[in-house]
Protein backbone atom coordinates (compact mmCIF):
# COMPACT_ATOMS: atom_id res chain seq x y z
CA UNK A 1 0.00 0.00 0.00
CA UNK A 2 1.58 3.56 -0.93
CA UNK A 3 1.88 5.50 1.89
CA UNK A 4 0.77 9.01 1.58
CA UNK A 5 3.47 12.13 1.93
CA UNK A 6 2.40 14.46 4.21
CA UNK A 7 3.51 18.16 3.39
CA UNK A 8 4.19 20.64 5.72
CA UNK A 9 2.33 23.80 5.80
CA UNK A 10 4.25 26.60 4.69
CA UNK A 11 6.10 28.75 7.24
CA UNK A 12 5.65 32.37 7.96
CA UNK A 13 8.79 33.88 7.36
CA UNK A 14 9.98 37.54 6.76
CA UNK A 15 10.77 37.88 3.32
CA UNK A 16 13.60 40.25 2.25
CA UNK A 17 12.77 43.67 0.59
CA UNK A 18 14.53 43.01 -2.38
CA UNK A 19 16.31 40.19 -4.41
CA UNK A 20 19.55 38.91 -4.22
CA UNK A 21 20.42 41.39 -6.86
CA UNK A 22 19.81 44.24 -5.15
CA UNK A 23 16.16 45.05 -7.03
CA UNK A 24 13.12 45.95 -5.52
CA UNK A 25 10.79 43.00 -4.63
CA UNK A 26 7.97 43.40 -7.24
CA UNK A 27 4.75 42.50 -6.64
CA UNK A 28 4.14 39.47 -9.01
CA UNK A 29 7.20 37.90 -6.68
CA UNK A 30 5.47 38.15 -4.14
CA UNK A 31 1.96 36.55 -6.27
CA UNK A 32 3.73 33.56 -7.19
CA UNK A 33 5.46 33.16 -3.67
CA UNK A 34 1.66 32.96 -2.52
CA UNK A 35 0.13 30.94 -5.18
CA UNK A 36 2.86 28.41 -3.96
CA UNK A 37 2.48 28.79 -0.64
CA UNK A 38 -1.87 28.24 -1.41
CA UNK A 39 -0.55 24.67 -3.08
CA UNK A 40 1.11 24.01 -0.60
CA UNK A 41 -1.31 24.52 2.03
CA UNK A 42 -3.57 22.44 -0.22
CA UNK A 43 -1.53 19.50 -0.31
CA UNK A 44 -2.62 18.21 3.14
CA UNK A 45 -6.32 18.39 1.81
CA UNK A 46 -9.18 20.53 0.55
CA UNK A 47 -9.19 23.90 2.89
CA UNK A 48 -12.26 26.96 2.72
CA UNK A 49 -11.39 30.10 1.49
CA UNK A 50 -10.66 31.78 5.13
CA UNK A 51 -8.42 29.14 6.31
CA UNK A 52 -6.72 30.12 3.11
CA UNK A 53 -6.43 33.51 4.11
CA UNK A 54 -5.01 32.53 7.55
CA UNK A 55 -2.13 30.23 6.57
CA UNK A 56 -1.15 32.60 3.86
CA UNK A 57 -1.08 35.86 5.90
CA UNK A 58 -3.38 37.91 3.69
CA UNK A 59 -7.15 39.25 3.07
CA UNK A 60 -9.77 36.72 2.52
CA UNK A 61 -10.79 38.19 -0.89
CA UNK A 62 -6.75 38.04 -1.69
CA UNK A 63 -6.65 34.42 -0.65
CA UNK A 64 -10.13 33.48 -2.95
CA UNK A 65 -8.50 35.84 -6.26
CA UNK A 66 -5.53 33.38 -5.67
CA UNK A 67 -7.08 30.09 -5.57
CA UNK A 68 -9.91 31.61 -8.40
CA UNK A 69 -6.53 32.16 -10.96
CA UNK A 70 -5.52 29.17 -10.13
CA UNK A 71 -8.79 26.95 -10.64
CA UNK A 72 -8.69 28.87 -13.92
CA UNK A 73 -5.56 27.21 -15.26
CA UNK A 74 -6.78 23.90 -13.55
CA UNK A 75 -4.32 23.94 -10.26
CA UNK A 76 -6.79 24.05 -8.11
CA UNK A 77 -10.33 22.38 -7.94
CA UNK A 78 -13.35 24.16 -5.68
CA UNK A 79 -15.78 21.25 -4.28
CA UNK A 80 -19.19 21.50 -3.85
CA UNK A 81 -18.63 22.70 -0.20
CA UNK A 82 -16.93 25.77 -1.53
CA UNK A 83 -13.30 24.05 -0.25
CA UNK A 84 -10.72 23.84 -2.52
CA UNK A 85 -8.65 21.13 -3.12
CA UNK A 86 -5.42 20.17 -5.46
CA UNK A 87 -6.71 20.30 -9.09
CA UNK A 88 -5.27 17.66 -11.86
CA UNK A 89 -2.84 20.36 -13.27
CA UNK A 90 -0.90 20.53 -10.14
CA UNK A 91 -1.32 16.45 -9.90
CA UNK A 92 0.37 15.97 -13.51
CA UNK A 93 3.05 17.65 -12.72
CA UNK A 94 3.92 15.79 -9.92
CA UNK A 95 2.96 12.98 -11.74
CA UNK A 96 6.01 13.68 -14.36
CA UNK A 97 8.19 15.01 -11.41
CA UNK A 98 8.21 11.22 -9.49
CA UNK A 99 9.58 10.00 -12.38
CA UNK A 100 7.28 8.90 -15.12
CA UNK A 101 9.20 10.00 -17.82
CA UNK A 102 11.49 6.62 -17.18
CA UNK A 103 8.29 4.88 -17.41
CA UNK A 104 7.62 5.90 -20.99
CA UNK A 105 11.14 4.84 -21.77
CA UNK A 106 11.09 1.51 -20.02
CA UNK A 107 6.95 0.79 -21.56
CA UNK A 108 7.25 2.09 -25.27
CA UNK A 109 7.46 -1.29 -26.47
CA UNK A 110 4.86 -2.89 -24.78
CA UNK A 111 2.77 -0.10 -26.23
CA UNK A 112 4.06 -0.62 -29.38
CA UNK A 113 3.52 -4.41 -29.49
CA UNK A 114 -0.58 -3.47 -28.80
CA UNK A 115 -0.57 -1.19 -31.41
CA UNK A 116 1.06 -3.21 -33.78
CA UNK A 117 -0.91 -6.33 -32.99
CA UNK A 118 -4.53 -4.84 -32.52
CA UNK A 119 -3.80 -1.11 -34.49
CA UNK A 120 -5.80 0.42 -31.96
CA UNK A 121 -4.45 3.56 -29.80
CA UNK A 122 -2.26 2.31 -27.70
CA UNK A 123 -1.71 3.76 -23.91
CA UNK A 124 0.39 4.45 -20.96
CA UNK A 125 -1.10 6.16 -17.70
CA UNK A 126 -1.03 6.75 -14.15
CA UNK A 127 -2.60 7.35 -10.76
CA UNK A 128 -2.29 11.08 -9.76
CA UNK A 129 -4.42 11.57 -7.22
CA UNK A 130 -8.14 11.13 -7.85
CA UNK A 131 -7.48 11.64 -11.78
CA UNK A 132 -5.10 9.45 -14.54
CA UNK A 133 -2.60 10.87 -16.60
CA UNK A 134 -1.52 9.72 -20.17
CA UNK A 135 2.19 9.95 -19.98
CA UNK A 136 2.42 8.44 -23.49
CA UNK A 137 0.35 6.90 -26.52
CA UNK A 138 0.57 5.61 -30.15
CA UNK A 139 -2.83 6.72 -32.04
CA UNK A 140 -5.23 4.18 -34.37
CA UNK A 141 -3.83 3.40 -37.76
CA UNK A 142 -7.65 2.75 -38.84
CA UNK A 143 -9.88 5.31 -40.19
CA UNK A 144 -11.98 5.90 -37.46
CA UNK A 145 -10.10 6.29 -34.22
CA UNK A 146 -10.12 7.24 -30.18
CA UNK A 147 -7.32 9.59 -29.39
CA UNK A 148 -5.63 9.71 -26.21
CA UNK A 149 -2.58 12.76 -26.23
CA UNK A 150 -0.33 12.98 -23.66
CA UNK A 151 -1.49 14.87 -20.81
CA UNK A 152 -5.03 13.50 -21.04
CA UNK A 153 -6.81 13.49 -17.40
CA UNK A 154 -9.22 11.61 -16.96
CA UNK A 155 -11.55 10.71 -13.23
CA UNK A 156 -9.91 7.63 -11.81
CA UNK A 157 -13.64 5.51 -12.06
CA UNK A 158 -13.91 6.78 -15.62
CA UNK A 159 -10.91 4.58 -17.08
CA UNK A 160 -9.78 1.73 -17.72
CA UNK A 161 -6.34 2.84 -15.54
CA UNK A 162 -7.36 4.07 -12.82
CA UNK A 163 -10.20 0.89 -12.22
CA UNK A 164 -7.42 -1.92 -12.75
CA UNK A 165 -5.19 0.42 -9.78
CA UNK A 166 -8.16 0.99 -7.70
CA UNK A 167 -9.24 -3.04 -7.95
CA UNK A 168 -5.61 -4.22 -6.66
CA UNK A 169 -5.84 -1.73 -3.78
CA UNK A 170 -8.89 -1.42 -1.15
CA UNK A 171 -7.21 1.00 0.82
CA UNK A 172 -7.07 3.42 -1.94
CA UNK A 173 -10.50 2.46 -3.23
CA UNK A 174 -12.01 3.35 -0.04
CA UNK A 175 -9.97 6.76 0.06
CA UNK A 176 -11.19 7.37 -3.00
CA UNK A 177 -14.71 7.08 -2.25
CA UNK A 178 -14.79 9.62 0.20
CA UNK A 179 -15.92 11.97 -2.19
CA UNK A 180 -18.60 11.50 -4.78
CA UNK A 181 -18.40 9.52 -8.08
CA UNK A 182 -18.35 12.04 -10.81
CA UNK A 183 -20.91 11.45 -13.81
CA UNK A 184 -19.59 11.73 -17.51
CA UNK A 185 -21.84 10.25 -19.41
CA UNK A 186 -25.05 8.15 -19.47
CA UNK A 187 -22.56 4.93 -17.91
CA UNK A 188 -20.69 6.25 -15.48
CA UNK A 189 -20.49 4.59 -12.31
CA UNK A 190 -21.52 6.58 -9.68
CA UNK A 191 -22.82 4.49 -6.85
CA UNK A 192 -20.41 2.94 -4.80
CA UNK A 193 -21.61 -0.34 -4.18
CA UNK A 194 -21.60 -1.05 -8.03
CA UNK A 195 -17.84 -0.10 -8.42
CA UNK A 196 -17.00 -2.06 -5.83
CA UNK A 197 -18.60 -4.76 -7.51
CA UNK A 198 -17.41 -4.10 -10.93
CA UNK A 199 -13.58 -3.77 -9.28
CA UNK A 200 -14.21 -7.36 -7.93
CA UNK A 201 -14.91 -8.48 -11.88
CA UNK A 202 -11.84 -6.79 -12.30
CA UNK A 203 -9.60 -8.07 -10.24
CA UNK A 204 -10.93 -11.80 -11.11
CA UNK A 205 -9.80 -11.69 -14.83
CA UNK A 206 -7.17 -9.19 -14.60
CA UNK A 207 -8.26 -6.20 -16.93
CA UNK A 208 -10.75 -3.56 -16.64
CA UNK A 209 -13.30 -2.72 -19.52
CA UNK A 210 -14.37 0.82 -19.78
CA UNK A 211 -17.79 0.74 -22.18
CA UNK A 212 -18.25 4.33 -22.61
CA UNK A 213 -17.49 5.44 -18.70
CA UNK A 214 -15.70 8.52 -20.22
CA UNK A 215 -17.04 9.53 -23.78
CA UNK A 216 -19.55 8.00 -25.13
CA UNK A 217 -19.06 5.17 -27.54
CA UNK A 218 -14.94 5.62 -26.53
CA UNK A 219 -14.02 2.12 -25.07
CA UNK A 220 -11.16 0.50 -23.78
CA UNK A 221 -9.44 -1.95 -22.35
CA UNK A 222 -6.43 -1.73 -19.44
CA UNK A 223 -4.45 -3.62 -17.02
CA UNK A 224 -2.28 -2.82 -14.74
CA UNK A 225 1.65 -2.86 -14.84
CA UNK A 226 4.13 -3.14 -11.46
CA UNK A 227 7.31 -2.21 -10.16
CA UNK A 228 9.84 -5.12 -8.56
CA UNK A 229 8.14 -4.14 -5.40
CA UNK A 230 4.75 -5.19 -6.79
CA UNK A 231 3.31 -1.96 -6.90
CA UNK A 232 0.60 -0.56 -9.67
CA UNK A 233 2.79 2.03 -10.78
CA UNK A 234 0.71 2.20 -14.61
CA UNK A 235 -2.31 1.12 -16.65
CA UNK A 236 -1.70 -0.19 -20.36
CA UNK A 237 -4.26 0.00 -22.32
CA UNK A 238 -5.55 -0.03 -25.59
CA UNK A 239 -8.44 2.52 -26.92
CA UNK A 240 -11.12 1.91 -29.70
CA UNK A 241 -14.83 2.55 -30.56
CA UNK A 242 -17.37 0.34 -29.16
CA UNK A 243 -18.19 -1.13 -32.69
CA UNK A 244 -14.67 -2.60 -33.02
CA UNK A 245 -14.76 -3.85 -29.37
CA UNK A 246 -17.76 -5.94 -30.47
CA UNK A 247 -16.15 -6.98 -33.26
CA UNK A 248 -12.99 -8.21 -31.95
CA UNK A 249 -14.23 -9.22 -28.20
CA UNK A 250 -13.55 -7.70 -25.08
CA UNK A 251 -12.16 -11.05 -24.03
CA UNK A 252 -9.47 -11.70 -26.48
CA UNK A 253 -8.39 -8.13 -26.44
CA UNK A 254 -8.44 -8.27 -22.45
CA UNK A 255 -6.13 -11.69 -22.76
CA UNK A 256 -4.19 -9.84 -24.90
CA UNK A 257 -3.34 -6.83 -22.87
CA UNK A 258 -3.10 -8.56 -19.59
CA UNK A 259 0.01 -10.81 -21.39
CA UNK A 260 1.63 -7.70 -22.25
CA UNK A 261 0.85 -5.61 -19.14
CA UNK A 262 2.65 -9.49 -17.65
CA UNK A 263 5.56 -8.85 -19.18
CA UNK A 264 6.05 -5.22 -18.84
CA UNK A 265 5.68 -5.89 -14.95
CA UNK A 266 8.72 -8.42 -15.42
CA UNK A 267 10.50 -6.04 -17.09
CA UNK A 268 10.62 -3.89 -14.23
CA UNK A 269 11.32 -6.74 -11.87
CA UNK A 270 7.79 -7.80 -10.75
CA UNK A 271 7.88 -11.68 -9.67
CA UNK A 272 4.64 -13.08 -10.64
CA UNK A 273 4.51 -15.84 -8.29
CA UNK A 274 4.31 -12.62 -5.48
CA UNK A 275 0.79 -12.00 -6.86
CA UNK A 276 -0.62 -9.23 -8.92
CA UNK A 277 -2.11 -9.98 -12.39
CA UNK A 278 -3.40 -12.93 -13.18
Known sequence: MRTERKIAPPV????????????????????????????EALAEGPVGATELANRLGTSKA???RLAR????????????????????RCLMLASWAFGNIDLRHELRWAE????????????????????????????????VISVATVGTIWAAHSSTAGLAVLAEDDDLLERYLREPLTRHTAKTITEPDELRALLLDVRARGYALNTGYWQDDVCAIGAVVHDATGAAV???????????LEQAGANTLGELVVDVANRASERLGWLRESGGIK
Do not use: K, N, W
Open 69 to 88: TLQGMGYVVQLPDARYRLGP
Open 12 to 39: AATRPAAEPDGEPRSEGVTSVERALQLL
Open 62 to 64: TAF
Open 112 to 143: EELHERTGETALLAVMAGREVVCIDSIPSRQS
Open 234 to 244: AGLSIMLPQFR
